[in-house]
């Protein structure tokens, strides 16, 4: 399985095998995200690494999450 075939198994083909609208970015879609350091398609590895998420619009620092437990503050950083 190509790193592209694993990130589709764990996004894209679940939320579709559940009939959810959800699974890919496109315009006009809601979309919580998770940023990781490095490229998850060359080495699927990196999809690990995560150091932000945005969630409900807010950026998280992975730090805060970790700090915090369930009840994170978000980052007073504009989501880009």
Known sequence: MTPYEALKAATVNPAQALALDAGTIEAGKLADLVIVDGDPLANVANAHKVRRVIANGRL?????????????????????
Do not use: D, F, V
């Not at 998280?60 to 503050?73: A, D, F, H, N, V």
């Open 60 to 80: 998280y620092e992975m730090e805060q999450l970790i700090k915090s437990g369930t009840s994170p503050k978000p980052s007073t950083q504009a989501a880009r």
